[in-house]
């Protein structure tokens, strides 16, 4: 089956600095590839599509300035957190559609903003 | 009201046993549901497609009914490694790969 890496898995950092997570497909290529959010004892909540040559398309309420999303490559794809604050920490996951109706999800990356 | 509802619990049901969680959508026109379970910290993972006439994969078996627009899982026979979060997920838009997550049941096996 197909899988997702993500990196880093875990990251702490100061208030006002910048953070980028990058999600990897390994083992075919993406042209789409989605950025949720979960906070503790929610859901994930959709932030937004990346897609591989094109602007990312955000949901409602999300901040496309804070979060600034790259697909640099058919297998590549980047959410860096700018200006993290504590509000901000979060599990932060990628998914990658692989056939239809079926997604494969990154093991996350747990942002902690101090 | 949230798109997709879930019972958080958490359900707390001795090894052996069988156990069924809900799930209600909004959408009427919803296209496509799933079952994902999510371990403490970790990604969410696929557990099984639900179809319209039901589908069982060994212990698992979902329902979907559509008229009342709610989604069951039952697990029978229940395993310590059963002990998970399970995700009800609504695909709204066929061929749109957008998933809407339900918040989770939490279900814990007791040996």
């Known amino acids: 089956g197909a899988v997702v890496s993500q990196h880093p898995s875990r990251v702490i950092c100061k208030s006002g600095t910048s953070v980028k997570i990058e999600c990897r497909s390994l083992d075919f290529q993406a042209t789409t590839m989605f950025w949720y959010r979960q906070f503790p004892k929610q859901s994930l909540m959709l932030m937004a599509t990346s897609n591989e040559g094109s602007k990312a398309t955000y949901e409602q309420g999300v901040e496309k300035d804070k979060f600034l999303i790259n697909h640099a490559s058919l297998t590549l794809s980047t959410l860096t957190v700018t200006s993290a604050h504590p509000e901000d920490s979060s599990f932060y996951i990628c998914?990658?559609?692989?056939?239809?109706?079926?997604?494969?999800f990154g093991p996350g990356t747990r942002l902690t903003v101090l | 009201r949230k798109e997709v509802e879930q019972d958080p619990g958490p359900f707390n049901v001795p090894e052996g046993a069988t156990v069924a969680f809900n799930c209600t959508y909004s959408?009427?026109?919803?296209?496509?549901f799933f079952w994902y379970r999510q371990d403490c910290r970790k990604e969410p993972k696929l557990l099984m497609s639900v179809y319209s006439s039901g589908n069982e994969d060994g212990r698992f078996t979902a329902q979907l009914n559509r008229a009342s627009q709610y989604i069951s899982l039952l697990i029978r026979d229940s395993k310590l490694s059963d002990s998970a979060t399970y995700l009800c997920v609504v695909n709204n838009f066929f061929g749109n790969e957008k998933l809407t997550f339900g918040t989770g049941t939490r279900l814990t096996i007791i040996p």
């Open positions: 959408n009427s026109a919803s296209q496509s």
């Open positions: 998914s990658v559609p692989y056939r239809a109706n079926e997604q494969f």
